[in-house]
C-alpha cells in the first residue's frame, strides 16, 4: 500500500512538472490518466504491481 501511494505521488509529479514545462498537453495527462484507470481494471494489473514491488524493492535494497 505504501509503495503504490509513493508510486502514486511520484507519477504525478512528474505529469504536473511536463505540463508545466509545456513537454505534455493537458489531453495527453488525461489520456495517460484514463489508461492507467482502465489497466488497473484489467489481467495485467497484478503483473504490473509485481514489477512495481520488485522495483521498490530493488531501490530500498532489501
Given at each position: 500500500m505504501i509503495v503504490s501511494v509513493s508510486a502514486t505521488l511520484l507519477l504525478s509529479v512528474v505529469v504536473i512538472v511536463l505540463l508545466?514545462?509545456?513537454?505534455v498537453g493537458i489531453g495527453s495527462a488525461l489520456a495517460c490518466g484514463a489508461?492507467?484507470?482502465?489497466?488497473?481494471?484489467?489481467?495485467?494489473?497484478?503483473?504490473?504491481?509485481?514489477?512495481?514491488?520488485?522495483?521498490?524493492?530493488?531501490?530500498s535494497l532489501n
Open positions: 508545466r514545462q509545456r513537454t489508461l492507467g484507470f482502465c489497466l488497473a481494471s484489467t489481467g495485467i494489473a497484478p503483473a504490473i504491481e509485481t514489477f512495481l514491488h520488485a522495483l521498490a524493492g530493488l531501490a
